[in-house]
């Protein structure tokens, strides 16, 4: 159905999501520049390629998993990169799973769909990209239980649903270019505003004097609960097997949320929207990170409201 399929950026998250397409019996290439990472998928007898155009050159579907923005402009514009073997291409699908800003999304997904294609598929005239992040860490990439938020041609997504659930266990539509990747910030920057809405009000209500299991129960039964309240609670102690009650090791790390915060206040910036509260929540993730807690889950934004105090 999907031909052979290339993956680019095996680190965290990507060499996971290529292990389970693989498990699921695709015929898959890949591609880093770590040459340790490229060893261990050669080793498994994985075909390994040495650059983006190689990957190209010998993919029907192209699926990129790398840090940010610069390192998808790179695979796919720059020497060597997707676009630079000249046209027609032969992938007829290009699916980005980046965290990466809607601004380059589309204009990655413009210069894809300027290209043409070597096999012509029924009613394509080009090849199609979507942005496709992912939500859901390391454990979801490993057991096959991403959630897809998709941007772009819809009858792409439509053709490569199955692709994604052989990685993931939801995919959802989120209509043209750049969607995918507006969704997955403006999640991420919800979900950073509510950790420390709840990290804030817990530290105000323990200093006032109640403590942070009392609260959690009026929050989980009152106008305040959600996520950050009833399933990954900030305050060390008040719940198990969440990242507080270990002292923040594992989850989301700091330096990830402050990237998509970045991202969302860079996006604000570029269309002259007024997030004032996105600004705000850059700023202490920020200091977050240049204090050291840089690799630590984001709850522990709660200690943002101790630093500097005996707790
Ligand atoms: P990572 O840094 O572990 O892996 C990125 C990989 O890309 C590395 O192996 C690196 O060598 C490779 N790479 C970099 N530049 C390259 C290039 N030019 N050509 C080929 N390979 C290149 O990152 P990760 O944690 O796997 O995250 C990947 C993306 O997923 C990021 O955008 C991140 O924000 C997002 N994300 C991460 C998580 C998480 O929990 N780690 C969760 C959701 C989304």
Redesign the pocket.
């Not at 992040?133 to 390391?138: D, F, K, Q, R």
């Given at each position: 159905l999907f031909g052979r399929i290339g993956f680019?950026?095996?680190?965290?998250?990507?060499s996971r999501m290529a292990d389970n397409l693989i498990k699921a019996g695709y015929e898959v290439s890949v591609?880093?520049?770590?040459h340790n990472?490229m060893k261990m998928f050669s080793d498994k007898g994985i075909l390994t390629e040495d650059s983006?155009l190689k990957v190209a050159e010998t993919s029907d579907v192209v699926i990129t998993?790398?840090?940010?923005s610069n390192?998808v402009l790179?695979?796919y514009t720059g020497q060597n990169g997707f676009l630079s073997g000249g046209n027609p291409l032969r992938p007829w699908l290009f699916i980005d799973?980046?965290?990466?800003d809607p601004q380059t999304s589309r204009k990655v997904s413009a210069a894809v769909s300027n290209c043409s294609l070597i096999h012509k598929r029924d009613g394509w005239k080009a090849p199609a990209m979507l942005d496709a992040?992912?939500?859901?860490?390391?454990l979801a990439a490993e057991n096959g239980t991403l959630t897809f938020m998709v941007g772009g041609p819809e009858e792409a997504y439509t053709a490569s649903k199955l692709l994604f659930l052989s990685m993931g266990e939801n995919t959802i539509y989120c209509g043209g270019s750049g969607n995918g990747a507006t969704a997955k910030i403006c999640n991420n920057l919800a979900m950073a505003i509510s950790m420390l809405g709840v990290s804030e009000a817990f530290a105000l209500g323990q200093s006032l004097g109640i403590a942070a299991s009392t609260l959690t129960k009026i929050f989980n039964s009152s106008s305040a609960r959600c996520w950050s309240s009833d399933t990954y609670n900030p305050v060390p102690g008040v719940m198990d097997g969440v990242p507080s009650s270990r002292n923040y090791i594992g989850g989301?790390a700091s330096k990830?949320m402050a990237?998509?915060l970045n991202l969302a206040a860079a996006s604000a910036k570029e269309t002259g929207f007024w997030c004032p509260l996105t600004s705000q929540a850059e700023k202490i993730f920020t200091e977050l990170c240049n204090n050291g807690h840089e690799a630590k889950d984001f709850s522990c934004v709660f200690r943002y409201y101790y630093s500097g105090k005996d707790e």
């Open positions: 680019i950026g095996l680190g965290t998250m990507g591609h880093d520049i770590n990472v983006p998993m790398l840090p940010s390192h790179d695979v799973s980046s965290t990466i992040p992912v939500s859901g860490g390391v989301f990830l990237k998509d």
